[in-house]
């Protein structure tokens, strides 16, 4: 199954973006969707996750301002970012596993840019 990332864009701080991710394949076996999110100098960072059963995590960073969601029929899971902020930008990526705590599958990445 391959990831295909989409949606990122230049937005001006307070402003919202969807992202995207579509799945070659179905993403029913995958137990757990997560985005990721690396800004530039700046390690990896994770920001949030979807569990197959649809409960969901965030880095504290996020929280009250993305949400997660997936759609099994679309194959799809997105990021719903809202107030962002200079901070949020990064290059974000999405991922998925099938079992254990290892992403074992990545998309290309979508650039989010934050201008202040």
């Known amino acids: 199954v391959q990831l295909q990332a989409s949606g990122g864009g230049l937005v001006q701080a307070g402003g919202s973006l969807r992202l995207s991710c579509a799945a070659s394949g179905s993403i029913f076996s995958f137990n757990a969707l997560a985005w990721f999110r690396q800004a530039p100098g700046k390690q990896h960072e994770w920001v949030a996750t979807?569990?197959?059963?649809?409960?969901?995590e965030y880095a504290d960073s996020v929280k009250g301002r993305f949400t997660i969601s997936r759609d099994n029929a679309e194959n799809a899971v997105y990021l719903q970012m809202i107030s962002l902020k200079f901070e949020d930008t990064a290059v974000y990526y999405c991922?998925?596993?099938?079992?254990?705590?290892?992403?074992?599958?990545w998309g290309q990445g979508t650039q989010v840019t934050v201008s202040s």
């Open positions: 991922a998925a596993r099938r079992g254990g705590v290892r992403y074992d599958y």
């Open positions: 979807i569990t197959q059963g649809g409960g969901t």
